[in-house]
T-cell receptor, first 117, second 109 residues
Framework: DVKVTQSSRYLVKRTGEKVFLECVQD?????MFWYRQDPGLGLRLIYF???????EKGDIPEGYSVSREKKERFSLILESASTNQTSMYLC????????????????FGPGTRLTVL | KNEVEQSPQNLTAQEGEFITINCSYS?????LHWLQQHPGGGIVSLFM???GKKKHGRLIATINIQEKHSSLHITASHPRDSAVYIC???????????FGKGTKLTVNP
């Protein structure tokens, strides 16, 4: 069974703090993703990594950075947390697609609900 | 305009009813994923299909490539089916998925 774990289920931080969200997968997947999910907006991609030390901006990268030093671990960093970053953060992983149409099945972590006060 | 549109946004049903959730998608997407998110956040993949129909238990997913439309059906619905159902498509052969906003299903006993 694929397992994707996230470091915290719930997190409360103060405005201006540096926040680290960690994601670990145990299936040797090359691709890893960070999303945020907000009511009425659905899942939005923050960053994508397709290999160690490789990253690509998603739809909403502003205010975030990422780190992938090891294949199994993908970290999301909020450099200076703000209240508009209060959200549910979800990590996912997948293998590089061999499908003609693109993106293969993604496996999701349980999510981290972050509140910034 | 979102590239993946779902309807309805919210759906309430009585136990035992047949349920249909719809997903329309734009040019550049040629396959669809259906995902399920239970309260508490965890998301699981239900189906991935590029043509025809797939069935798993009481869940059936269909896709019509020409009409760029997919449906998720639940037969003999049960309160444990209550969840948010999300469709998503890979854009233009990319590894990344474009997500619909989800359909919140509530099945009452």
């Amino acid at each position: 069974d694929v397992k994707v774990t996230q470091s915290s289920r719930y997190l409360v931080k103060r405005t201006g703090e540096k926040v680290f969200l960690e994601c670990v997968q145990d299936m040797d997947h090359e691709n890893m993703f960070w999303y945020r999910q907000d009511p009425g907006l659905g899942l939005r991609l923050i960053y994508f990594s397709y290999d160690v030390k490789m990253k690509e901006k998603g739809d909403i990268p502003e205010g975030y950075s990422v780190s992938r030093e090891k294949k199994e671990r993908f970290s999301l960093i909020l450099e200076s947390a703000s209240t508009n970053q209060t959200s549910m953060y979800l990590c996912a992983s997948s293998t590089p697609t061999r499908l003609a149409w693109g993106g293969d099945t993604q496996y999701f972590g349980p999510g981290t609900r972050l509140t910034v006060l | 305009k979102n590239e993946v549109e779902q309807s309805p946004q919210n759906l309430t049903a009585q136990e035992g009813e047949f349920i249909t959730i719809n997903c329309s998608y734009s040019v550049g997407i040629s396959a669809l994923h259906w995902l399920q998110q239970h309260p508490g956040g965890g998301i699981v993949s239900l189906f991935m299909l590029s043509s025809g129909k797939k069935k798993h238990g009481r869940l059936i997913a269909t896709i019509n490539i020409q009409e760029k439309h997919s449906s998720l059906h639940i037969t003999a619905s049960h309160p444990r089916d209550s969840a948010v159902y999300i469709c998503a498509g890979p854009q233009g052969g990319s590894e990344k998925l474009v997500f619909g906003k989800g359909t919140k299903l509530t099945v009452n006993p």
